[in-house]
């Protein structure tokens, strides 16, 4: 896989082929202003990576707060939470 950096005017004229190498040559391309990077331009297949990833990752997290709140002794069932509040 390569990855390359271009400057956002220069992409401009060039979009057409940057759109291709990403397609078909799976290139990430990255964008620049100023010499900052600031967007990249990759196939879909890695952005549904990327993706599936970030779902995973938040999945663990949420998975990890549910445990430490059930092993928390401040932990209250919905019943006792009814209770406190006078519903």
Not at 29 to 47: F, N, Q, S
Not at 67 to 85: F, G, I, M, P, V
């Amino acid at each position: 896989m390569t990855t390359s950096s271009i400057n956002t005017a220069d992409a401009r004229e060039q979009f057409i082929d940057l759109v291709n190498r990403v397609a078909h040559n799976k290139e990430h391309i990255i964008l620049t202003r100023r010499g900052k990077e600031i967007v990249a331009l990759v196939p879909v297949e890695d952005l549904k990576l990327l993706s599936d990833s970030q779902d995973k990752y938040d999945l663990r997290e949420a998975i990890d707060a549910l445990k430490e709140a059930r092993d928390s002794n401040n932990a209250l069932t919905l019943e006792q939470l009814r209770e406190k509040l006078g519903n």
